[in-house]
């Protein structure tokens, strides 16, 4: 990247050429999300969208844990603020817009159009697991606790694990009794519903499999990689009709890139290698 931007919570780096590492960087807090936090993500992953530079972000947390989820004090001062409004209609206006504010925050990590590899470790509880919902690929050390912890402070999900995570789960039995009780969960059960691909013994060993996995998809053409992440997320927003709809007319503008040449004879020259 030309400059590293800098923020206040949040740390980034750039770990190999075109791969950015975005850490959560309250680790005394074990990196709740204030509405700082929050405001930074969005600000952090608008910018990487553009970054011409940047092709693939690597998101983790400083010190002992990814996220511990929503910061419970903001969260406190947030419900007194609206204890002031005596009106019940406006309280309900004020209310849904801070919950808005929230979802879009998160979103962006969703909406932004490079991949984005979650590496967890430690705990990865309540918004925790809302931010992990919004990446492309979760990685996980071994170590991790989880808990979709809304239920036990009166919430139903509402920044990403209730919105996006039944697209995306393989065992939906488990996923709902986790809701419901919100317990904690290890690495195997996360595996089981298919919140996380991958486990590693150590936190080091995960952020290297992170890094190297943003690497190789670094290497490969930003247009197909884009234009893959931009209709996975159409696909699972739409129906399959919509789908083919929409990608035929996405190819018919990507199908003139050069990367096609290039890709087709870097193809050929690997089958010639391997008669040999
Ligand atoms: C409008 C949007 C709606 C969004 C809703 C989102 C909901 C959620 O995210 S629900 C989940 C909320 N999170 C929690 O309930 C977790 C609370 N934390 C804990 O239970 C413990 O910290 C934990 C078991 C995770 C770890 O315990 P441990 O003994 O290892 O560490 P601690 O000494 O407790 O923590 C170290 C310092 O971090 C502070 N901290 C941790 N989590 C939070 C948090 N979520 N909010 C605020 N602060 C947090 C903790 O207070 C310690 O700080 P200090 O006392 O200053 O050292």
Known sequence: MPSIPRYETLKLSQPKPHVTLVELNRPTKLNAMNLQLFDELKTCFEQLNIEKECRVIVLTGSGRAFSTGIDIEYLSAAAAESIEIDDIARKALHVRSMIER??????????????????????CIGAGV?????????????DTIFSIKEVDIGLAADIGTLQILPKL???HSLFHELVFTSRTFDTNEAQQIGLISHVFDTREALLDAAISLANVIAHKSPIAVQGSK???????????????????????????????????????????????
Request: include cysteine; charge should be negative; glycine fraction near 2%.
């Open 102 to 123: 929230t979802q879009e925050c998160l979103r962006a990590v969703d909406k932004c159009e490079k991949p984005v590899i979650a590496a967890i470790h430690g705990y």
């Open 169 to 171: 789960i393989t065992d």
């Open 130 to 142: 809302d931010l992990s919902a919004c990446c492309d690929i979760r990685y996980s050390a071994r």
């Open 230 to 276: 931009i209709n996975l997320n159409y696909a699972r927003d739409h129906t399959v009709d919509d789908n083919f709809t929409f990608v035929r007319t996405w190819n018919s503008a990507m199908l003139l890139s050069e990367d096609i040449v290039k890709g087709l004879m870097a193809t050929s020259v690997s089958k010639e290698k391997s008669k040999l």
